[in-house]
């Protein structure tokens, strides 16, 4: 089936678990005509998309194999324990490194098979948010100070010269609508047209009239 050669191209947006990108969405939808195509990838897979072409773009968590990708960091996340509600850590309102390696049975991979080992004891360790994202009621998770946090980046090929990509950045970054763009550069774009503000003039002052001696 062929595209329709009037709608416009959009982006293919891989992330991975935990990383929420309604915001962005929001601000691309509001300034673009071209739709967003987001996906969830699996952290082990976060890279395949880009190298093999399916993905334009891709939140990844670091280290990466950077050769080839342009990578921007965005934020750190902090790393929690996920424990069964019974667990002995669930009393805990913080934990430390140390407490956590302690233990037994230590994960660090999310998949069905780790949470039903969390369910019979086991400590799995990952970013917070996907331990609150998952919510779930026969689990809890306890933040560790200590912990080195998972920086989360956005990456994409260096050979690809598509322009939404740039435009795409500026709206993670937080670029304003009109900063640094043309509307000509807009409209190849295919980015909706900003509206101008429009100017009021302030009523003039009443001149002071002097009246003589």
């Known amino acids: 089936m062929s595209e329709n050669p009037s709608t416009p191209l959009g982006l293919r947006i891989g992330h991975v678990r935990g990383v929420v990108l309604h915001k962005w969405q929001r601000t691309w939808e509001e300034r673009f005509r071209n739709p967003l195509h987001i996906s969830e990838v699996a952290d082990e897979e976060q890279l395949t998309g880009l190298r093999e072409g399916s993905l334009d773009m891709c939140f990844v968590r670091l280290p990466i194999d950077r050769e080839g990708l342009h990578a921007i960091p965005l934020y750190e996340e902090q790393m929690v324990a996920w424990v069964a509600k019974d667990?002995?850590?669930?009393?805990?309102?913080?934990?430390?490194?140390?407490?956590?390696?302690?233990?037994?049975?230590?994960?660090?991979?999310?998949?069905a098979i780790a949470i039903d080992r969390v369910l019979v004891g086991a400590v799995l360790v990952v970013p917070m948010s996907i331990a609150r994202g998952a919510s779930r009621r026969d689990l809890v998770y306890r933040p560790i100070t200590d912990a080195?946090?998972?920086?989360?980046?956005?990456?994409?090929?260096m050979d690809d010269e598509n322009p939404l990509l740039d435009e795409f950045v500026g709206v993670v970054r937080g670029r304003s609508a009109n900063s640094s763009r043309?509307?000509?550069e807009r409209a190849a774009s295919g980015s909706k047209p900003v509206k101008a503000r429009p100017q009021t003039k302030k009523p003039s002052r009443p001149r002071k009239v002097r009246r003589g001696h």
Request: glycine residues 0%.
């Open 148 to 157: 080195e946090p998972s920086p989360v980046a956005l990456a994409w090929r």
């Open 182 to 184: 043309t509307e000509k």
């Open 87 to 111: 667990h002995l850590f669930a009393a805990a309102d913080e934990l430390t490194m140390a407490e956590v390696s302690a233990e037994e049975t230590v994960l660090t991979e999310l998949d």
